[in-house]
């Protein structure tokens, strides 16, 4: 290890942009095509700063945009500090960053430490003999007594995660294609190239990183058998999962004990520049998620638990109670309903709870992150056998399975092709009829779309310190109700979440003092009788309080 120790970071104070900032994915292959090719683009996003600019969000992160043969959509870097030619140029990005930056709006990119692609001149490299000079940069073992793979490691897509390179009767490894070999962090050579590599867009005004695969950087070295998980564990890639060879728990193959050492590196490297944040993915409970915050490191430990848990009042509160006892006063939470590897909120929850879903990410504690097109409710999109693209797909195909639903194409207008590639273009997944109102154009007319309550909500929690970054507390969990305050200063707000298909009863103390800041339904006109208020089914409310005029 040469980091020694690291630089003494003081803990981020409560204005920093990204404790107070809202995130928002913007998944590049399906956000906006700009040259006609039916992929989306740098020149396409370009297009749409104003879009992101109306939606009130701090931050973008930009899902990888740098040469790749598109194997895994980006996610298999051929050449980091070059823009991917089907994704525009580096003057483009350039011009992007400016005009976000003009707006007060910060960019994330998608970096990629995990593994490479196989056409990266470091693996080709490694693969012209056991003595190349990067054939250490990656992850290699001789067969087992059998010939076949050194041990049970399963790829996060199926099937084994070690390939045989027959020439040198070697296997690599692979956390998820064959042709993603994956690097060997414990080399320093990989590190001073890695960490070259955030340097080189921090440079170009960067102002933070999404870390894929952050979890996964080291693997045991004793190359230990994982063991198998159970139906009830949650896995990275969930369209995979019906694979049972990637039902595996990733005991020997992520969160091995030099990961934050490493993190406390890439903290420092961060460092060099001003004020820039480090996200990273994690696949972990929400103590692990908290302890590796509560250390200089990852800003923003990726917490994904919202995805997961059971949709009730109860498992919710139980959860942001366990989270916040888990969390040091140095370690900030995080938040997301949804990203490009998993079912889409809309069609995990159903349309009617997805206005108390958005309340819910929008006035939590934590810095929430909004996945493209869930704040106009789109739900996955069925893709045909035929035109399906995503590797985990590919492996089994016409199977339903894969990654492809999730990542259909932003529905602006309901013009051909719903504005977001050129009518006579073939999008590189299908542009499906867009549900009515589920455009763009159509949600920016309509007052009670739930494109216009998540702005709402993002702009109600800029203008309050209690949202954004006060206290939490949860006050009610049962099965139909999900009660908590946020607090800061002389500000307190009660927000109020129905999980129930019937009308419920919540308490709600003082009566007099509390006024409607945002609610889930413009139909409904919440009134609070005797200290109760009567919450229609699905439905979400946000009040704030009015402290009393002193006599
Ligand atoms: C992460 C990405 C996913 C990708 C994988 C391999 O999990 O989110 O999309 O397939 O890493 O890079």
């Given amino acids: 290890m040469s980091h020694g120790t690291p630089a003494p970071v003081p803990p981020a104070d409560a204005a920093t942009w990204w ?17 006609g090719d039916g992929l989306g683009d740098l020149h396409g996003i370009e297009q749409r700063l104003d879009y992101i600019t109306g939606l009130g969000v701090d931050a973008v992160w930009l899902s990888p ?55 990266h001149p470091w693996f080709k490299d490694a693969l012209s003999g056991r003595h190349s000079a990067h054939r250490d940069w990656y992850l290699w073992a001789d067969p087992a007594a059998d010939g076949g793979p050194p041990n049970n490691w399963a790829s996060a897509f199926g099937g084994s995660a070690w390939t045989l390179h027959e020439p040198s009767n070697q296997y690599y490894y692979h956390a998820h294609l064959p042709q993603q070999p994956s690097l060997n962090w414990r080399n320093p050579q990989v590190k001073r190239a890695m960490f070259d590599v955030m ?11 999404r870390i894929d695969a952050v979890w ?19 896995f990275e890639i969930a369209g995979a999962m019906a694979h049972s060879s ?31 944040v480090l996200m990273g993915e994690l696949h972990l409970s929400v ?82 992150t909004l996945y493209y097109g869930d704040e106009l409710g789109l739900p996955d999109q069925p893709v045909p056998p035929g035109r399906e693209r995503d590797c985990a797909a590919l492996a089994a195909p016409g199977q339903g399975l894969g990654r492809d639903p999730e990542r259909t194409p932003m529905p602006w207008t309901n013009a051909p092709n719903v504005g977001f590639t050129t009518p006579e273009a073939t999008p590189w997944l299908p542009i499906p009829d867009p549900a009515p109102g589920q455009t763009v154009a159509e949600q920016e007319k309509a007052a009670d779309s739930l494109l216009q309550l998540v702005r709402t909500a993002i702009a109600l929690r800029h203008r309050s310190a209690a949202l954004s970054v006060g206290t939490i507390s949860v006050v009610t ?53 005797d200290g109760r208020l009567v919450v229609p089914p699905y439905a979400a409310v946000v009040l704030e309080r009015h402290e009393q005029p002193e006599e």
């Fill in 65 to 119: 945009i740098y040469d790749s043969p598109l194997l895994d959509f980006g996610y298999d870097v051929a050449g980091y500090t070059t823009v991917g030619a089907d994704f525009g140029d580096l003057e483009t990005f350039d011009r992007i960053v400016d005009g976000l930056h003009r707006r007060g709006i910060k960019v994330l990119l998608d970096y990629i430490p995990q593994h490479t692609s196989s056409e």
């Fill in 19 to 35: 404790k107070r900032g809202v995130f928002y994915q913007v998944y590049v292959p399906s956000f906006q095509d700009g040259n």
């Fill in 216 to 234: 996964r950087l080291f693997k045991d070295q004793q190359l230990r058998d994982n063991p198998q998980g159970s139906d009830t564990d949650s």
């Fill in 287 to 368: 103590e692990r998620v908290a302890a590796l915050g509560a250390k200089p490191g990852l800003d923003i430990p990726m917490n994904f638990a919202l995805i997961d848990a059971p949709w009730n009042g109860q498992s919710l509160g139980d959860l942001i109670v366990r989270y916040e006892q888990a969390l040091t006063p140095r370690a900030w939470p995080n938040w997301t309903l949804g990203n490009h590897d998993r079912s889409r909120v809309a069609t995990r929850l159903g349309p009617e709870r997805l206005p108390g879903a958005m309340i819910l990410l929008l006035t939590l504690r934590g810095t929430p």
């Fill in 246 to 276: 990637v039902r595996q728990l990733q005991k020997y193959t992520a969160d091995q004990p030099e990961l934050p050492g490493v993190l406390a590196e890439m903290r420092d490297v961060a460092n060099e520049f001003d004020d820039r």
């Fill in 199 to 209: 340097r080189f867009w921090f440079s170009r005004g960067v102002d933070g990183y």
């Fill in 477 to 529: 969990a049962t099965a139909d109700t999900l009660a908590y305050t946020r607090h800061a200063d002389d500000e307190r707000w009660l927000v109020i979440i129905s999980f129930s298909n019937r009308p419920t009863e919540t308490a709600v103390p003082d009566q007099e003092t509390w006024t409607v800041a945002l609610r889930s339904d413009q139909e409904w006109h919440p009134r609070i009788n």
